[in-house]
């Protein structure tokens, strides 16, 4: 089992930024992959950001150039760092893990609202 805990979201203006964190437990020695996906309001869940084993990342289209996303593998920890918040980034974020097994985790998620 992994445990997955975020922290971060809130409530920011149009334009400003928040960071997200994700810290995992459990059997972590086992994932392969991690990120965030988020759900806005009557939509379906959509990638945010993901890391594979490698070390690649790959953004959503939609966040491309204004969200970072980082790994501590020390501290079991995944960052998103989120800049030019729009309102259309309102969402709850959730954290995501995937296991060598395909056995795939989801955090509790953490909700983004930007006003505008």
């Known amino acids: 089992q992994v445990q997955l805990v975020e922290s971060g979201g809130g409530l920011v203006q149009a334009g400003g930024s928040l960071r997200l964190s994700c810290t995992a437990s459990g059997r972590t020695s086992s994932i392969n992959a991690s990120g965030w996906y988020r759900q806005p309001p009557g939509k379906q869940r959509e990638l945010v950001a993901i890391?594979?084993?490698?070390?690649?990342?790959s953004y959503g289209d939609s966040v491309k150039g204004r969200f970072t996303f980082s790994r501590d593998n020390g501290k079991n920890t995944v960052s998103l760092q989120m800049d030019s918040l729009k309102p259309e980034d309102t969402a709850l974020y959730y954290c995501y893990a995937r296991t060598s097994d395909f056995i795939r985790y989801w955090g509790q998620g953490t909700q983004v609202t930007v006003s505008a």
């Open positions: 890391i594979s084993s490698g070390g690649s990342i």
